[in-house]
């Protein structure tokens, strides 16, 4: 039997996508951009084509959808709606963060779950992909109400997690706070002190140092591995960040310990600018400690303005992190970002810039770097996490920032060489996709169709 060329077989097995999975436009979108880059790989590799590796690598290997019952302060039924998708254990355990959002859906849920198989190939530390969350809005909830919906969350995760089967950790919306209820729960359900069940723990008690700056502080290395191959830095440079949770938090720091000067955050409701630096014992009293909005700060910091809605995006800058959620950078803010003289982007957030900006940004020569790669930092820490809590060991702040650091360079030169064995040097979308892929592949393939 002969097989297909690798452009009709990723048609084919796109078509196939899209007709089981329609009304799922955020997933169809993460796999679109995937096969879009690996016809070269099959060539090399057709048996990746003969063994059916991508029919399978795009249909979740478990999709666990449930209701969550839970009693407001007033006493009021609440009834929210649970997932997690574990999409593909091939190198290891499922991996993957939980976001509690009201947009929460499952095709957020499965695109979020389809990016982080690779992400977590690209980081070499042998875990497998998945995702969850849940359309909870913690936004305005008490503490009180925040630990009943995590535990009643964790009454039914708990019959599908572990640290060999799945181990979740946070995202938007869940961060130490969350971790540390849903923790509790599982610890109490299962009476097992199960450290490795969930990373982002409390440092007190299993988790590991800089697993809460590693998202940020990684996605900033790997702009600058890629500015240092150009004979470029970040010192010196203006960067616009979105978002003002965990992951811009930590951009915003590590741009300025590299010498940059980070000037905007945003959130759902608007951004600032502060052109003398964001100020960050500011910001993070502003959002850590006291879970305000953003314009507080603009309020607190003479020289800040705040600009209600607006696009974040017409800020000029030399370097551009998204780091809020999907497709907040679109076709005309990559213009408005070409036109200031951006120089480099590196996603923090998971997907942040749709298909038409990236190629935008690629034909002007700016350097792009997708969350897959950028953003790996936060769950290969992760990884070390539970590397620690199996050897009940703890490492310290430089060693575990050394690791990252040593891992994001890893991951950028994996990504690197992969753009140019598959010919196109500096196409990092490429080089993510491709190298991530055949890691999962070649394990898929060694273990057999099932
Ligand atoms: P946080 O919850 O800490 O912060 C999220 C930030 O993004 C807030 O400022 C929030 O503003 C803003 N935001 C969320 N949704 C929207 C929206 N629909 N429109 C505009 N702004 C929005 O989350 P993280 O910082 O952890 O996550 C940010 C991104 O990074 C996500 O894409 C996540 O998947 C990704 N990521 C996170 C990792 C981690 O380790 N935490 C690892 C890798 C990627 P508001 O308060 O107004 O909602
Ligand atoms: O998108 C992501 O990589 C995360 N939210 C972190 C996942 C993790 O398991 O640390």
């Known amino acids: 039997m002969s097989l297909p060329t690798p452009e009709a077989h990723l048609s084919t097995v796109l078509h196939a996508v899209e007709s089981r999975n329609q009304g799922e436009p955020e997933f169809l979108q993460a796999v679109r951009e995937v096969l879009d880059t690996l016809a070269p790989v099959l ?173 940020g502080y990684g996605a900033v290395f790997f702009a600058e591995e890629m500015l240092a191959r150009a004979g470029e830095g970040v010192a010196g440079r203006r960067a616009v960040v979105s978002g003002s949770g965990n992951v811009a938090t930590y951009v915003i720091e590590k741009v300025q310990q590299l010498g940059g000067r980070a000037i905007t955050a945003s959130d759902s409701s608007g951004y600032i600018v502060d052109e003398a630096g964001i100020d960050l014992e500011l910001l993070k009293q502003v959002k850590e400690t006291e879970r305000a909005r953003i314009s507080e700060y603009a309020e607190r910091r003479p020289g800040a303005h705040y600009v209600a809605g607006g696009n974040v995006w017409d800020v000029r800058g030399e370097l551009a992190f998204p780091c809020a959620t999907q497709n ?83 991951v950028h030169e994996l990504c690197y060489s992969a753009s140019e064995r598959y010919g196109k040097p500096g196409d990092y979308v490429l080089g993510a996709n491709s190298a991530g892929f055949v890691t999962v592949a070649q394990a898929m393939l060694e273990q057999g169709v099932i």
């Open 43 to 215: 060539e090399e590799h057709p048996e990746y084509i003969e063994t059916g590796i991508l029919e399978r690598l795009v249909e979740p290997e478990r999709q666990i959808l449930f209701r969550v019952s839970w009693v407001d302060d007033n006493g009021k039924v609440q009834v929210n709606r649970g997932y997690r998708v574990q999409f593909n254990a091939a190198l290891g355990p499922y991996k993957g963060g939980l976001r509690f959002h009201p947009s929460v859906n499952l095709s957020v849920v499965k695109f979020l779950g389809f990016e982080q198989v690779f992400k977590n190939a690209l980081t070499s530390q042998r875990i497998g992909g998945g995702k969850g969350g849940s359309d909870f809005d913690p936004a305005g909830k008490s503490d009180a109400e925040v630990m009943r919906f995590c535990q009643a969350y964790m009454t039914e995760l708990v019959h599908h997690i572990g640290e060999h089967t799945d181990v979740p950790a946070g995202d938007i919306g869940v961060g130490a706070r969350e971790i540390g209820y849903l923790f509790g729960q599982y610890r109490r359900l299962t009476h097992r002190y199960e450290s490795g069940v969930l990373t982002g723990k409390g440092k007190g008690w299993g988790g590991a140092e800089v697993r809460t700056e590693a998202t």
């Open 328 to 410: 907040e950078l679109d076709e005309a803010s990559a213009r408005e970002l070409i036109k200031n003289g951006v120089r480099a982007v590196a996603e923090g957030a998971n997907m942040p810039a749709t298909p038409e900006a990236i190629e935008l940004l690629q034909e002007a020569g700016v350097l792009f770097a997708p969350g897959k790669a950028a953003n790996a930092g936060g769950v290969a820490t992760s990884a070390l996490e539970m590397s620690q809590n199996a050897a009940r060991s703890r490492w310290d702040f430089d060693k575990s920032e050394n690791r990252l650091h040593e891992i994001m360079r890893d």
